[in-house]
Nanobody, 115 residues
């Protein structure tokens, strides 16, 4: 059974930075896509960024240029470096892993951007 465990969330001031990490375990295949979604209160869950095993990355327009997604394939770990954070980035951030047309989700980590 695939398990995803996130870490790194917290409270940060506007303009600040945070780095999220997510470790995947259990039944991971070599070729997959890992990434991040987020859900703010009262809003639908939305894509933030994903990265394929090959390194090819995809970003939401709202975070492009401020966030960087990366991965360590040897460690089955995906990262999200978030810079120039804005109050509208406040949300629960979920790690995802997609393989064999299935999507697995982590439990989520809260990111709050506030002064």
């Amino acid at each position: 059974q695939v398990m995803l465990v996130e870490s790194g969330g917290g409270l940060v001031q506007p303009g600040g930075s945070l780095r999220l990490s997510c470790v995947a375990s259990g039944g991971i295949v070599r070729i997959n896509t890992m990434g991040w979604y987020r859900q703010a209160p009262g809003k639908q869950r939305e894509l933030v960024a994903t990265v394929h095993t090959s390194g090819s990355a995809n970003y939401a327009d709202s975070v492009r240029g401020r966030f960087t997604v990366s991965r360590d394939n040897a460690k089955n770990t995906v990262y999200l470096q978030m810079n120039s954070l804005k109050p509208e980035d406040t949300a629960v951030y979920y790690c995802t892993l997609q393989q064999f047309l299935k999507t697995y989700w982590g439990q989520g980590t809260q990111v709050t951007v506030s002064s």
